[in-house]
């Protein structure tokens, strides 16, 4: 084993293009820990904020972005026992350092691969999925029958919501700005896909939950289409700006304002990061809803697959292919 391995570096915050192809000294295993070669990184928005410097969680100067990864593992530290040994396929959830030829993580962490996903799939999983989950699942309470709105319909958080909303037996309806984008989500479950720039497309829509990862100017709009006693989910801000929404708005039609942050959710209360695990299990051997490819990169393209996904062009999921 040599004892440097490739990354795609963040030493100066700003636009993806700054990213550094760079060569960084390999670590040893703690116990817990084991070591995966990588063969794919999924390409996530929050990479693009904390690359920029504008995402909550803030790592020092310099590191490796990436949130999730595929790859075998090809090390284990001597207490790491059963689920797990050299040359298993795995599923990475990380809180920094996918965008790498390896990584070191807690066993613990690890999902199985199926064995019928290619890696690009596998790696492009946990995030979208434990968002739409913890969302839709833990904190929308979204219930068969009922209208689930999803706004991004066509982006990495909102295909999975299209596709846990229909799995949950919800009437899905999309919204996404390309016939691309609708495409996908209705191949996802979706039941109508509107375009946001038809006039009043909001119109003719009750939601009783709204999946937002958009904000910004879409927010005034869609709310109209929010039920009485309906529950809007902020997930994130890819249009911008954060909305304010008047409280008013939410007194008169009772309607319940529901922040999410899935990873969050998980580390601060164990019973429900437990059920968030059991979750992302099952889903992963339902064989229904296997993540949407709109891209794959090789890893020193990272600059170039993040622009793809912050100019808005990347329907579903960017993966990076590690070697
Ligand atoms: N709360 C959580 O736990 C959590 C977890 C993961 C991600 N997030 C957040 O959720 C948001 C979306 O993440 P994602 O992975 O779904 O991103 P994504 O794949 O890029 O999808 C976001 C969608 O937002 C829409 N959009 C509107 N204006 C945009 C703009 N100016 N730039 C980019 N997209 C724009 C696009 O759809 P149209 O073209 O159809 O408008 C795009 O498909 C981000 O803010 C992210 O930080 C939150």
Redesign the pocket.
């Known amino acids: 084993m040599t004892e440097t391995y490739r990354a795609m570096l963040c030493r100066r915050l700003g636009p993806p293009e700054l990213l550094e192809d760079a060569q960084l000294p390999r670590r040893g295993l703690q116990p817990g820990e084991v070591r995966v070669a990588i063969r794919a990184a999924g390409i996530?928005?929050?990479d693009l904020?904390q690359i920029a410097g504008e995402y909550q969680h803030k790592p020092s100067l310099p590191f490796v972005p990436g949130f999730e990864a595929a790859g075998e593992i090809v090390e284990t530290a001597p207490d790491v026992k059963e689920e797990y040994k050299a040359g298993d396929a795995v599923i990475l959830r990380l809180r920094g350092g996918g965008y790498a030829e390896e990584a070191v993580t807690r066993a613990e962490t690890l999902l199985p691969k199926p064995d019928d996903w290619s890696f690009e799939e596998a790696a492009a999983f946990p995030?979208?999925a434990i968002?739409a989950w913890?969302a839709l699942v833990q904190r929308g309470r979204l219930r068969a029958g009922e209208t689930l709105l999803v706004l991004?319909a066509?982006?990495?958080?909102?295909l999975a919501a299209v596709t846990l909303g229909a799995r949950l037996g919800a009437r899905v309806v999309a919204v996404?700005?390309?016939e691309d984008?609708r495409g996908a989500a209705r191949e996802a479950g979706a039941t109508l896909c509107l375009d946001?720039a038809q006039p009043d497309w909001w119109r003719d829509v009750r939601a009783d939950v709204v999946f937002d990862?958009?904000g910004?100017a879409l927010f005034d709009q869609a709310f109209r289409a929010l039920a009485p006693a309906g529950r809007w989910l902020v997930?994130?801000?890819?249009?911008?700006a954060s909305p304010a929404p008047a409280a008013n708005r939410l007194l008169l039609r009772e309607v319940e304002l529901i922040g999410?942050?899935?990873?969050e959710q998980g580390r601060r209360n164990p019973a429900a990061g437990a059920e968030q695990e059991k979750a992302l299990r099952a889903w992963l051997v339902s064989s229904q809803g296997r993540p949407r490819l709109g891209a794959v990169y090789q890893l020193d393209q990272a600059g170039a697959a993040l622009r793809r996904?912050?100019d808005?062009m990347?329907t579903g999921k960017i993966v990076l292919r590690v070697g």
Not at 154 to 158: A, D, F, K, L, Q
Not at 235 to 240: D, E, H, S, V, Y
């Open positions: 996530n928005f929050p904020l995030v979208a968002t913890t991004g066509g982006g990495g958080t909102g996404a700005s390309s984008k946001p990862p958009v910004g997930i994130g801000f890819a249009g911008g999410v942050r899935a990873g996904l912050a808005r990347a």
